[in-house]
């Protein structure tokens, strides 16, 4: 059989998302979800073919979980086995400065990643769980780790380091790591091929709950918003993106709060939640639309902050020819696209109005012909660039 595929698996402290893919045609075979993995009820949801099995049951544990995952491939197809997996690709959120690509797990990457721990405290664990059951349960197929953050690691210096005390910074690794590199790789590749031309200078607007911009020069990345954490950059669905970090001093000083509450105010309780009590970008327009005062200043807010970073990184890149719109809001998002887009007129941005409101299922030029960017929407893929990178070390 010629057609090879990878099994891709993203597992998160309570849940294991999985997609089984064609590198080469992009198709996916199958894809699932286990969900609630430690509480009391727990589910788990498996399409193949225009089918649908959901299984409710409680999911002890990740090993549980995956366990009856392949049971399901074996049980409603496809089987794995004539399926043709010849990897597993997992997502691994931080890859601080160990990798700069995917990695074939052995040992020793699984203990890099636990050491990254402290840098990714929310998903390294969860990684390092599905990453042990997978090698358990699948011990015959090679398993590659592809990190977030690797498309940044070539960040330039300039570009990486913060203007922080030098000792202190290296002691402790702070530095810009970024995130959502898959996301930003594949849609400036993808954006590459389409334009037919490798000399791009590109902005990716990866918009989804979680945000970040990233900055392009012939498919290398130069800038990204996010920093140590996803919390720097973009106003987001619930972060606050950019903020003074002196902000944090003022809060322990005059309201008393802790380090873990004001973590929890900025990653989760700011952003479009904390602007407007809506995290969802659909359900802020419905608070517009009914005359909400607070929402539309949310809404100048969140695109007055897309308004710099483009300006700043065209500046950066010295000067611009693509600009991509990905991720939930990016790709579905028309007005917020809109009021960005009008604001870019002084760069020679034009849309075609009618092009930009109209929805479609795949990749979509919203400029007009004489725009001197081209603004494309692409839905981006991350599961698709996983397999792609694992199959690269198979
Ligand atoms: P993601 O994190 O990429 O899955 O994006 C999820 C976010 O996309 C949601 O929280 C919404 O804010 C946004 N979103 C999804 N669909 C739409 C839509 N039709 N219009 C505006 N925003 C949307």
Same mark, same amino acid.
């Given at each position: ?82 399926? #043709? ?270 092009? #930009? ?38």
């Amino acid at each position: 059989m010629s057609t090879r595929t990878v099994l891709v698996i993203n597992s998160g402290s309570s849940s294991i998302k999985y997609q089984l893919i064609d590198p080469d045609s992009g198709d996916s075979l199958a894809s699932g979800l286990v969900e609630r993995i430690g509480d009391a009820v727990g589910a788990i949801i498996h399409k193949h073919d225009g089918a649908r099995t959901v299984i409710d049951e409680p999911v002890p544990d990740h090993g549980f979980g995956l366990a009856e995952v392949l049971r399901l491939f074996d049980q409603e197809g496809p089987s794995l086995k004539e399926a #043709n997996v010849v990897a597993v690709g997992h997502r691994v959120v931080q890859g601080g400065s160990h990798f700069s690509g995917p990695a074939l797990i052995d040992d020793s990457v699984v203990e890099l990643i636990e050491q990254l721990v402290p840098l990714g405290p929310l998903h390294n664990p969860a990684h390092l769980k599905g990453i042990a059951v997978a090698r358990r349960l699948m011990p015959d197929l090679p398993q590659v780790a592809v990190f977030d953050t690797a498309f940044f690691q070539d960040l330039p210096e300039e570009a990486a380091r913060y203007g922080l005390n030098r000792e202190v910074a290296d002691r402790y690794s702070i530095r810009r790591y970024g995130a959502h590199g898959t996301s930003h790789q594949f849609v400036s590749k993808e954006i590459a091929r389409r334009l037919g031309r490798e000399d791009l200078k590109q902005i990716v607007l990866h918009l989804g709950n979680g945000a970040s911009v990233s900055a392009v020069v012939d498919g290398h990345a130069v800038e990204t918003s996010m920093g140590l954490t996803p919390l720097e950059g973009l106003v987001m669905g619930g972060r606050t993106g950019d903020i003074d970090p002196a902000a944090v001093f003022h809060l322990v000083r005059v309201a008393g709060m802790s380090i873990d509450e004001i973590d929890h105010l900025f990653n989760r309780e700011s952003g479009m939640k904390g602007l407007t009590g809506q995290q969802d970008m659909r359900e802020v327009w419905k608070l517009i639309d009914a005359g909400d005062q607070d929402a539309r200043d949310a809404i100048d807010v969140y695109v007055h902050r897309l308004v710099k970073y483009v300006g700043a990184y065209t500046a950066v890149m010295g000067g611009l020819d693509a600009l991509t719109f990905t991720a939930g809001i990016g790709e579905n998002d028309a007005r917020v696209r809109a009021e960005l887009c009008h604001r870019l007129a002084y760069l020679g941005v034009r849309i075609d109005e009618e092009r #930009n409101a109209t929805r479609v299922e795949g990749p979509s030029t919203i400029s007009t012909p004489e725009s001197s960017i081209v603004v494309t929407v692409y839905p981006t893929n991350e599961e698709l660039e996983i397999a792609r990178q694992a199959m690269t070390l198979v």
